[in-house]
């Protein structure tokens, strides 16, 4: 096991840490998250999605891989009444969500986030 923050780009790993993982490892387990459904969107997204984004660069940077195990909530599109079982589409991109999160004060997100 090697310590790391998914919320940090290259999941926070020294370099040569990154490369070790990259030669060596053919199985990633994908389980970090926040589930705190009242958590504050610029602590969420981080960890959720861009930490997501971050195992999946780190995927692709593998010359072994054979396998990736992600652990997620049944908590999604939580906005429609029904859930079929299909792909949606984002309602916006996650680097459209990051220009959000670092142009907008946190009073403003208070302000329209859903009840």
Do not use: W
């Not at 096991?1 to 926070?12: A, F, N, Q, R």
């Not at 040569?16 to 993982?21: H, P």
């Not at 981080?46 to 992600?70: F, H, Q, W």
């Not at 984002?90 to 680097?95: A, G, V």
């Amino acid at each position: 096991m090697v310590p790391g923050d998914c919320s940090l780009p290259k999941i926070g790993l020294s370099p040569s840490d990154y490369v070790m993982l990259t030669q060596q490892v053919n199985i990633i387990l994908h389980l970090a998250a926040t589930v705190r459904f009242d958590e504050k969107i610029n602590i969420a997204v981080p960890m959720n999605i861009g930490g997501t984004k971050e195992i999946i660069d780190l995927c692709r940077a593998c010359v072994n891989l054979k396998s990736i195990v992600y652990l997620s909530t049944a908590y999604s599109n939580c906005n429609r009444k029904y859930i079929e079982e299909c792909f949606y589409d984002p309602p916006l991109e996650y680097d459209g969500v990051i220009n959000i999160l670092a142009t907008v004060d946190e009073a403003v997100m208070e302000v329209i986030k859903p009840k």
